[in-house]
């Protein structure tokens, strides 16, 4: 039983890993955006933006060490080449925030809330494209 746990862990350790910085990337960019939205009453879209960036930054060093375990060390052009990749996920994540908030009326913590589910499988894959290739160098 221990054998097939271990087993079952070490085939899905990237993906379980990936979960794990997820939810905390994602508890990253909802809380600076529940701040930014609510407490200084920026606009929802900013507040995204700046949301972004502070997750971002985070997932870039976590996923970089405990994800994709990239033992290259941290550089500005990997920094942007991670960036870039997720801009994508920006780009999805304003557009269905503006259709959840604007056009269907959801409440914007309910709509950040919704978007980020699609956002964190779509990052998983980005992130594949950044570091995958440098995990065995």
Do not use: P
Not at 6 to 23: K, P
Not at 29 to 56: D, E, K, M, P, R
């Amino acid at each position: 039983m221990i054998e097939k746990l271990r087993t079952l862990i070490g085939t899905y350790r990237e993906q379980a890993a990936y979960l794990v910085v997820g939810c905390m990337t994602t508890l990253v960019n909802y809380l600076v955006y529940g701040v930014l939205t609510n407490a200084t009453s920026l606009h929802y879209i900013a507040s995204n933006v700046a949301a972004w960036v502070a997750a971002v930054t985070f997932s870039y060093f976590a996923n970089g060490k405990w994800v994709y375990c990239s033992t290259s060390s941290r550089s500005v052009k990997e920094a942007f080449s991670f960036a870039f990749s997720r801009l994508f996920s920006l780009g999805l994540e304003t557009l269905l925030l503006f259709l959840l908030v604007d056009f269907l009326l959801v409440d914007e913590m309910v709509a950040k809330l919704l978007v980020a589910v699609l956002v964190v499988i779509v990052n998983y894959f980005t992130g594949l494209l950044v570091f995958k290739r440098k995990k065995g160098a």
